[in-house]
């Protein structure tokens, strides 16, 4: 019988880890990537156990290590005072409780990592995915170049303006009023930030502020939202103005000044919000990570979920063997759907509820958000999350 061909739109976090995963499950596939050169761009990731559970049984491990970091601790401080709300604590403790680390790691170089594992006749840079058709026999990827590839299974793994995902629901994004600024610092800029390895979030009225140490502690990477009503455009490489971001924070907490103005250059991108989807395949395709669940970057969780569905997918399909028939197809389809949408529902909720509560004015309101904080710091409220295993939630399913 021969063996399923899948193809892949889109070569980022969720396309190769999808393919590793499939791989280490006994099925090649390939992956076809609009960009020329594979330089993952943006600035950091939080990696949470969920995650990287997942990761070190690709083999990741020593290599996630030695360019990661370990903090000790999440924080969230008050804008002005930098009064303590909650520290939830991560290091020695979170690894002991879930069997996994929480990492902080530049996305370049989780990026690196991943497609190590991928061969290279595998990934197609240069084919930019225009549309994606299907009939009874095939899924097709339609090339910018007017080429095709069909496939038994198209996996859409083609990031927020996911072409792919245009076969399930037409894209509907709503502004949130938010955008959010990007950047790296070096090390040597910050010294005062680093003295213990942390996840910091500073909160305050219609605006956050969050930092951690990525590139095994060379660099500090930032994300800073602002609420504005001009800016629209929804892209990681947009550039922003370092001075507008450094004034729309005057009068914060000095951490947080100093951070904001040792960044040379920034990105900029606008923030949207989506409605979750009640299905995440039709017919011979399906998606994954941001083409599944696009969810705003309040809950850290958006490369976490896209990992976590690409092992479930993965699992899915191995499971249903080799053919290339519908009937097989569709069970696994629908159990990988079956496994995530519930999930990735709850965690899209909770970014959408944090875009509100990180961003309070100072009252009544955010004066009840703080002893709620206070009262629930510590690791059992995360357990859901961090205690999740994806790979034996799908083994575990039946079919």
Known sequence: MPQMRVAVAGAGIAGLT???????????????EQTQHLAEVGAGVQLAPNATRLLRRLGLGERLRDVAVAPRAIEMRRWDDGTLLQRTPLGDECHSR?????????RADLHSALLSLVPPDQVHLGARCVAVTQDTDAAVLHMSDGSTVAADLVVGADGIHSVAREQLVADRPRYSGQTIYRGLVSADRVRHLLAEPR?????????????????????????????????????????GDAAELVAAYEGWHPDVVQLLGAARTVSRWALHDRDSVDRLGSGRVTVIGDAAHPMLPFQAQG???????????????????????????????????????ARTTRIQGRSRNNAKTFHLADGDAQRRRDTAAQTSSGLDGHEWLFGYDAEHAATTSGS
């Open 18 to 32: 999808f393919v590793a995963a499939l791989r280490r499950a006994g099925v090649d596939c390939h992956v076809y």
């Open 98 to 106: 879930f069997g996994a680390p929480y990492y902080t790691v530049h």
């Open 199 to 239: 996840v910091r979030l500073w909160l305050g009225p219609d605006r956050h502020c969050v930092c951690y140490p990525v590139s095994a502690g060379r660099q500090v990477s930032f994300g800073a939202t602002v609420a504005a009503s001009d800016w629209r455009e929804e892209s990681w490489s947009a550039r």
């Open 303 to 341: 490369a976490n979920q896209a990992i976590e569905d690409a092992f479930v997918l993965a699992v899915c399909l191995a499971d249903a063997g080799t053919g290339t028939g519908t009937g097989g197809l569709s069970a696994a389809l629908r159990r990988y759907e079956r496994i995530r949408l």
